[in-house]
């Protein structure tokens, strides 16, 4: 049985494991926040190397997260908190694409925090640009024509983000994966590195179903540059108590940021060779008419 007296000393102990932990989370979330505004730097040192803005084309299966992606993107570049600003037009998946047309995003990118860094980041503007684009036909249509579309047309791309979601139907997923392979093929024929992004991460049940499909995916794809991601949405916006505000999450933050690191990084290759393939589908001499493999 506890003594009377020994009450108050468990509380006080009790209180000092509470504010320690406290401490310890706000330490680890402090060093979270300075990861992610050091990866932001990075990024602006990085695009402000390169005299023009890099260009990279955003493509992928209908309502796989491109526009919701290209949103994310400006949100953590500009540093951006409270409200969510859509520079991407997104919605729920419809039978059609709700991207019509190509569309370029600029999106700045933010220094590190300083007043000297806020400054210095007025006078020169470090911009990414970010291209939205229709969907590819459904995996079962997909010709490497409609690859080669996707990738022609103003401005030409320097680097490819391939949009692929995590969730929905199996059997869709496992269509969309298939045709990965040929997808990462057409893209090369152009000279064009690529980076994978797999949307609606939060469906990922377990470390093993992640590492499984990741593995997946960067065999059929022969890239490295596999990231999974779960994208800021108009959805969770929709919190009744908040209305028009969106919470940054800091992996969200972390992985868009990686992401586009990467993409400056194969831009800043491409610049760096002097031969440019030609744009009307060469560098591999693959036919456009050519049926992709189903
Ligand atoms: N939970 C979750 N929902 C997402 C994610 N990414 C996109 N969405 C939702 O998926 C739906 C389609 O997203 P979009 O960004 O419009 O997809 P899209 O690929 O641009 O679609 P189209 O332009 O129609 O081809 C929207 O309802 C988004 O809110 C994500 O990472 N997680
Ligand atoms: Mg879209």
Redesign the pocket.
């Known amino acids: 049985m506890l003594s009377p007296s020994a009450v108050p000393l468990l509380l006080s102990f009790a209180a000092a494991a509470v504010t320690g932990a406290a401490a310890f989370l706000a330490l680890r979330r402090f060093n979270r926040e300075e990861a992610v505004a050091s990866l932001r730097q990075g990024v602006r040192d990085a695009v402000l190397l390169l005299r023009e803005p890099p260009t990279v084309l955003v493509t ?13 993107a400006c949100r953590a570049l500009a540093a951006e908190a409270g409200p969510m600003l859509l520079r ?7 039978t ?4 019509f047309d190509r569309c370029v995003i600029r999106a700045s990118v933010a220094g590190g925090g300083s007043e000297d860094e806020k400054e210095e980041e007025e006078a020169t503007c470090a911009v990414v640009a970010l291209v ?1 684009t ?2 590819l036909p459904e995996p079962g249509n997909l010709t490497t024509a409609d690859v080669e579309e996707a990738l022609s047309g103003v401005p030409l791309p320097e680097c490819v983000a391939l ?1 692929l ?1 995590c ?1 929905g139907p199996t059997k869709d997923r496992h269509a969309a994966v298939k045709k990965l392979a040929d997808v990462a093929t057409a893209i090369r024929q152009r000279g064009l590195q690529f980076v994978v992004i797999l ?5 990922i049940k377990s470390m093993r179903q992640a590492e499984e499909l990741r593995r997946e995916i960067a065999f059929r794809a022969r890239t490295d540059c596999v990231y999974f ?3 800021y ?4 916006m929709l919190d009744l108590r908040r209305p028009w505000a969106t919470k940054n999450n800091l992996d969200t933050h972390y992985t868009v940021l990686m992401i586009v690191r990467q993409c400056v990084e194969f831009a800043k290759l491409r610049r760096s060779h002097s031969v440019v393939p030609a744009t009307n589908g060469g560098g591999g001499g693959g036919s456009s008419t050519r049926l992709l493999h189903r």
């Open positions: 992928g299966f209908r309502a796989h997260g491109k526009s919701s992606f290209i949103n994310t991407a037009e997104t919605s729920p998946p419809v059609h694409s709700a991207t939205d229709p969907a949009v979601r969730g949307t609606h991460k939060k469906r991601i779960e994208n949405t108009a959805g969770n």
